[in-house]
């Protein structure tokens, strides 16, 4: 189903959870793939879309990722772009990331390197004027699983 069939939506959240950095990028691929206009293009009504990452990251693996550099950044910019989102007004990104720290583990122990610029991002978003652009993320240091937050 093609986002343009539903045209009383008006507004959309999309929450996906990724246990691994490989997933991070796959999910955000996906996110990208529902927001492709069809073929020929159609207008989709959404005003409002809220995108909702949770991503477990691995300490000495997935921190030292340049997350902010990774393709799918701007084809997610492309598509938020595209004149189907005639009706676009406000965006809202939040990503959660969940670093599994044993309880051994002291804060000195590690460091986070998790970091982001919206307007790295997604730069061609963060300047519409009349889009309304709002970027969080959370760094989530804890002993517990991801799946209990």
């Not at 950095?21 to 955000?28: A, G, S, V």
């Not at 793939?33 to 159609?42: A, I, K, R, T, V």
């Not at 997610?76 to 670093?99: G, P, R």
């Not at 720290?101 to 998790?114: C, F, G, L």
Request: net charge negative; proline share 8%.
């Amino acid at each position: 189903m093609q986002l343009s069939q539903l045209t009383s939506l008006r507004n959309l959240k999309i929450t996906s959870n990724a246990f691994n950095f490989e997933r991070f990028d796959l999910n955000k691929k996906a996110v990208c793939q529902l927001l492709s206009p069809s073929l020929p293009p159609s207008p989709i009504g959404i005003r409002f879309l809220s995108i909702e990452l949770n991503v477990r990251m691995l300490l000495q693996i997935d921190s030292a990722h340049p997350i902010n550099t990774l393709p799918a950044w701007s084809e997610l910019d492309n598509v938020l772009m595209e004149a189907s989102f005639f009706n676009m007004q406000y965006v809202d990104l939040d990503f959660q990331f969940f670093f599994y720290i044993p309880p051994s583990t002291t804060p000195e122990d590690w460091q986070s390197r998790v970091a982001f610029e919206d307007a790295r991002i997604l730069p061609l978003l963060s300047t519409h004027p009349s889009i309304q652009f709002h970027f969080k993320t959370n760094t989530i240091c804890t002993p517990q699983v991801m799946d209990s937050y």
